[in-house]
Each structure stands twice: as structure tokens, then as C-alpha cells.
């Protein structure tokens, strides 16, 4: 069975930097693939970032120049780094993992994240 765990969330004041880490375990094949997503209050789960099995990444529009993803392949884990953080910016993220021939993704419980003065 496949977990997934998410950890660096946080306050950050407007403007401020933080990275939020994904941690996988079970068995995953060669070829997955990884994302974050993010829940605000009263709203929709929208996707922020993905990676993919060959290292190709996409980014929503809203985050793009200010959000990086990456992935530390020897250690299954994802990484966000969020950059000139906005009160937007706060809501819960979450993690989630797909390969070949799964029926729906893993998901990791999430990590608040508030951008606050």
C-alpha cells in the first residue's frame, strides 16, 4: 500500500518562502508520477504543480514563476517551493502520486498553509 506524507506547512507573512515536502513509501513502480494540489476554504481542489515519470513539470497559472516542483528520486520525494507567497496562497496542500494501471491516485492528508500579516 502506497502512503504519502506531507510536512512544512505553515504561517508565512505575505511575501515570505516555504517548502512543503511529500514523503512516498510502498510499492511504486519506476514510471510515477507526483503532484500538489491545494484546498481552500469554501472552494474547490485545484491543481497547483505536477511532475512527471521522465521529469516534465506543469504549473497552474496562478503559481507559475513563483512555485517550483521537484523530486528527489532516491528518496520518492516531491518537493513545492513557494516563492512572494500571497494571501491567495493560503489553503490546505496536498500531495498525490499516480503510475500505469492505477484506478485513482494516492493522496497524502494535506498541510495547512496561511499567508498572513
Known amino acids: 500500500q502506497v502512503q504519502l506524507v506531507e510536512s512544512g506547512g505553515g504561517l508565512v507573512r505575505p511575501g515570505g518562502s516555504l517548502r512543503l515536502s511529500c514523503a512516498a513509501s510502498g510499492s511504486i513502480p519506476w514510471n510515477y508520477a507526483m503532484g500538489w494540489y491545494r484546498q481552500a476554504p469554501g472552494k474547490q481542489r485545484e491543481l497547483v504543480a505536477t511532475i512527471s515519470g521522465i521529469g516534465l513539470t506543469e504549473h497552474a497559472d496562478s503559481v507559475t514563476g513563483r512555485f517550483t516542483v521537484s523530486r528527489a528520486r532516491s528518496t520518492k520525494t516531491a518537493y513545492l517551493r513557494m516563492n512572494s507567497l500571497k494571501p491567495e496562497d493560503t489553503a490546505v496542500y496536498y500531495c498525490?502520486?499516480?503510475?500505469?494501471?492505477?484506478?485513482?491516485?494516492?493522496w497524502g492528508r494535506g498541510t495547512q498553509v496561511t499567508v498572513s500579516s
Open positions: 498525490n502520486l499516480t503510475f500505469p494501471g492505477l484506478m485513482r491516485d494516492y
